[in-house]
């Protein structure tokens, strides 16, 4: 050995231990760690100072005590070979974490005494991969998915999980001696094997739809997933297959049952067309009912309106006869009978007026003032009701709306004369009739108020029915409220609710019904 050898071994050796990528132990027989390089201070997380005061019972997991390493020592030196013994166990770092380490060891003797020195690689990432590994084959083991694994070139089948063997009642020997093709058919448009396999070198993934026919030909419709991979500079396709045998079925079926549906759609679309040509037919019929009674009331209207007239108009001519065959009519009283017969003529005229307007048809919408309305309604009913001592209290602010005038005149001169029809029926000092309009920001509002006792609870909310009446069927047909509804809600886009309410009038306390209209401004 020459000088500079002699004077340098030992700095080289310690720095070549040093810079070892492995951890290094010395160890004596008793499990003494006597020397550890820097990489194993590092793997351990304690200072070189703190490892040479360590047993290997200290760091090894899987040695538990002094004794137990002694044992395995002995059993390490009557293994005569000279090769290293290579291991796995656990080593314990400072902080009380674990990692798994590869252990190749040999013994050496030292002054007589035999020691290990022992090589120590973490293997962490290794044990990871294996057990990723692990993980991926015992996935494509129990995948309830069919897998195969074909090599590109030749198109052999070079792997195929249980799922397959077991649907497909081949052997893995078996499927590994076929080509794909020798398994596979296209279905729904889907590319045959030669298409498919020029389409993935170039997409890399694809989806495709076929049918695996099985050893003793029982078939099964998938979806496929493709992937095109590489292993050691070699193409491969990772096939991923899914039975849609029962999707399919179910999109016969569902087939089927649209064609059915198609089917029902149109004969409903003609069952709908003469259902609701009978309901115009059934309605044009009401309203024909509902003019006609409106008609009926109108004319009871016109005789009460015409009585006290008519009866001028007799009283006057009857008396200017016997006048005149008296000889004591004079140029005077001729000249007022015959002025007062004029104004009570005329009064019987405006009064034709009237009643003609309100059946005049209206097919447009027009805008009007609801208090103009209001008054002309009040107007056709005011004789009839001054007789039965029935007393209209009118809180009416001018508002606009826009709608069908006529028929609205129709609908408030229903609601007036049905609760001038209860009053009539009742012995009461006062009958009233509350008129009111109100507003918000989308509605006008008219409210109708009796204080004829209100509506019985079992039949208010069947008002607006039709045919639904009250009345004695000589008096009323049914068609009334059901017509204002019809009316307000279809041609006039608003609303009309019934309820009893209970009110203060000039301190004394009423119960009537209340109908509320409510009109759309816009």
């Not at 998938?222 to 297959?241: C, P, R």
Request: aromatic letters at 8%.
């Amino acid at each position: 050995m020459t000088k500079f050898k002699r004077n340098n071994i030992k700095n080289l050796l310690k720095t070549s231990l040093d810079l070892a990528n492995e951890a290094i132990y010395l160890i004596d027989s008793n499990g003494k760690i006597l020397l550890a390089n820097t990489t194993a201070c590092q793997a351990l997380g304690y200072d070189k100072k703190e490892v040479s005061s360590l047993n290997v019972f200290d760091v090894d997991a899987l040695v538990k005590s002094k004794d137990e390493y002694k044992e395995k020592f002995e059993l390490f030196k009557q293994n005569k070979s000279n090769n290293a013994s290579v291991i796995e166990s656990i080593h314990k770092r400072k902080d009380g974490t674990t990692f798994p380490v590869e252990i190749s060891s040999r013994l050496i003797d030292i002054d007589g005494k035999e020691h290990l020195i022992s090589y120590v690689l973490d293997i962490s990432h290794r044990v990871k991969q294996d057990e990723e590994l692990k993980l991926y084959f015992e996935f494509i083991k129990e995948s309830s998915d069919m897998i195969f694994l074909v090599d590109f070139q030749s198109q052999k089948i070079e792997f195929a999980n249980e799922k397959v063997c077991k649907t497909l009642e081949y052997s893995l020997e078996e499927l590994k001696q076929m080509r794909i093709s020798q398994l596979r058919e296209g279905i729904l448009d889907s590319a045959e094997i030669p298409e498919v396999f020029k389409d993935i070198k170039n997409k890399k993934n694809m989806i495709t739809y076929g049918k695996y026919i099985g050893k003793n030909n029982n078939s099964v419709f998938v979806e496929t997933s493709l992937s095109l991979k590489n292993y050691h500079g070699k193409d491969y396709i990772m096939a991923i297959s899914r039975d849609i045998s029962e999707r399919l079925e179910i999109e016969k079926q569902r087939e089927a049952l649209n064609r059915k549906l198609e089917n029902y759609n149109n004969t409903l679309k003609e069952e709908v067309a003469k259902i609701k040509s009978e309901l115009t037919e059934y309605e044009n019929i009401m309203q024909r009912q509902a003019k006609m009674a409106a008609m009926g009331e109108m004319l009871e209207n016109i005789a009460h309106q015409w009585r006290q007239p008519l009866s001028i108009i007799s009283v006057l001519s009857t008396g200017m006869k016997i006048q005149n065959d008296t000889g004591t009519l004079d140029k005077q009283t001729l000249t007022n009978g015959l002025n007062d017969i004029n104004t009570s003529s005329q009064y019987l005229s405006k009064t034709i007026d009237d009643f003609s307007n309100f059946f005049k048809p209206s097919y447009k919408k027009t805008k009007f003032n609801i208090s103009e309305v209001i008054k002309y309604t009040i107007n056709l009913t005011k004789t009839n009701f001054k007789s039965q001592n029935i007393k209209i209290v009118e809180n009416i602010i001018d508002l606009e709306v826009y709608t069908f005038k006529n028929e609205l005149i129709q609908v408030l001169l229903n609601i007036l004369n049905n609760a001038g029809d209860e009053l009539i029926k009742l012995d009461k000092k006062r009958k009233l009739i509350m008129i009111e309009t109100y507003e918000n920001d989308e509605y006008l509002f008219i409210k109708v108020l009796d204080n004829a006792g209100g509506i019985k609870k079992s039949i208010v909310n069947r008002v607006f029915e039709p045919y639904f009446t009250t009345k004695h069927k000589s008096q009323g047909t049914g068609v009334g409220l059901y017509m204002c509804e019809t009316i307000v809600k279809k041609h006039m886009q608003g609303l009309i609710e019934v309820e009893n309410k209970e009110f203060m009038f000039e301190d004394d306390k009423y119960t009537g019904a209340q109908f509320i209209l409510s009109l759309p401004k816009n």
